[in-house]
């Protein structure tokens, strides 16, 4: 999933203890992410669902930009404002197209949370590299 010659060369001229930053900064994050995402999800607030996705997503693409959780992670951001804007137009949390809508938004959480696991366990073993 990382491109591990990329990520080197786009860190090469960064100090040993930045990149450990960076990988610790994702790291130490994840949880806390994830389980940002699923509240906001569960609680269909997409204000708030839109802007940690989008947090989390520069978080990644700090990490890799061409691996399935940053699409992922890029798709339920952009669902989340399509969402917000349907919902300006009409109050339509009633609306039966709508809540199938957010349920897609769910099913795409699922597909990103376990991607994003994948990704969580290269950095931790990306980041044992740098360590020595």
Avoid: W
Wanted: proline letters at 1%.
């Amino acid at each position: 999933m990382i491109n591990t010659e990329a990520f080197k060369e786009r860190y090469s001229d960064f100090d040993k203890e930045i990149v450990l930053d960076i990988l610790d900064m994702f790291i130490g994050g994840y949880d806390e992410n994830i389980n940002a995402l699923s509240t906001h999800l569960g609680n269909s607030d997409l204000t708030s669902l839109k802007l940690t996705a989008h947090a989390f997503k520069g978080n990644i693409g700090n990490i890799e930009a061409a691996c399935p959780a940053f699409t992922e992670i890029d798709r339920i951001e952009t669902m989340s404002e399509q969402l917000l804007q349907l919902d300006k137009i009409e109050d339509l949390e009633h609306d039966e197209d709508y809540q199938k809508a957010l349920g897609e938004v769910a099913a795409q959480f699922t597909l990103f949370r376990n991607s994003s696991q994948r990704l969580l366990e290269e950095v931790k073993k990306l980041k044992l590299k740098y360590q020595e």
